[in-house]
T-cell receptor, first 114, second 115 residues
Framework: AQSVTQLDSHVSVSEGTPVLLRCNYSSSYSPSLFWYVQHPNKGLQLLLKYTSAATLVKGINGFEAEFKKSETSFHLTKPSAHMSDAAEYFCVVSDQSNNNDMRFGAGTRLTVKP | DTAVSQTPKYLVTQMGNDKSIKCEQN?????MYWYKQDSKKFLKIMFSYNNKELIINETVPNRFSPKSPDKAHLNLHINSLELGDSAVYFC??????????????FGPGTRLTVL
């Protein structure tokens, strides 16, 4: 079965500095990988997705992620953090081992300091 | 237009009561899901329905029962509510693709508080 591990439960950055949210996955098949964002008291919004096309994926709001099969990683990055990026971020893996069910990581809370 | 909608947005009730949360999607998807998000923000899948058949049931107590009157709706009924049921419940939908991924679209969530 597939699984995903988000290596940091909380990341704090200063506004204007780079963001790195780490995610490692486990899958016996060719996985699809996603990053979702949840702002306070809001629902989940898809940031970006990898589905076996280009390994560097660009998403909304300036975020991007790189699929690295050799490292089983799918880290989320952004060159310059904005205050509005403060939210909870979820890394998600999906593969055919369980009807393409999506497995969520535990989440990383991003705090942006002024 | 709202793609996946849930009602109510907030639900406060007493222990022991029976309650339902409704979910509707207008995306024409054939699979719908219910997730529970606990106080630590961890998201755990509870159920999914594909073409009105239950295909996932993740060790959820039988007090929880999904009901799907049609492909566009998947309601969550909870009997004999307990304090530990307090959480945010998310509905989602997707279009199943054999051998492919199924990006899920989420509703806004229902915050359930059991007193």
């Amino acid at each position: 079965a597939q699984s995903v591990t988000q290596l940091d439960s909380h990341v704090s950055v200063s506004e204007g500095t780079p963001v790195l949210l780490r995610c490692n996955y486990s899958s016996s098949y060719s996985p699809s990988l996603f990053w979702y964002v949840q702002h306070p008291n809001k629902g989940l919004q898809l940031l970006l997705k990898y589905t076996s096309a280009a390994t560097l994926v660009k998403g909304i709001n300036g975020f991007e992620a790189e699929f690295k099969k050799s490292e089983t990683s799918f880290h989320l990055t952004k060159p310059s953090a904005h205050m509005s990026d403060a939210a909870e971020y979820f890394c998600v893996v999906s593969d055919q081992s369980n009807n393409n069910d999506m497995r969520f990581g535990a989440g990383t809370r991003l705090t942006v300091k002024p | 237009d709202t793609a996946v909608s849930q009602t109510p947005k907030y639900l406060v009730t007493q222990m022991g009561n029976d309650k339902s949360i409704k979910c509707e999607q207008n995306l024409g998807h054939d699979t719908m899901y219910w997730y529970k998000q606990d106080s630590k923000k961890f998201l755990k899948i509870m159920f999914s329905y594909n073409n009105k058949e239950l295909i996932i049931n993740e060790t959820v107590p039988n007090r929880f029962s999904p009901k799907s009157p049609d492909k566009a709706h998947l309601n969550l009924h909870i009997n004999s509510l307990e304090l530990g049921d307090s959480a945010v419940y998310f509905c989602a939908s997707s279009q199943f693709l054999a051998g492919g991924y199924n990006e899920q679209f989420f509703g806004p969530g229902t915050r359930l508080t059991v007193l």
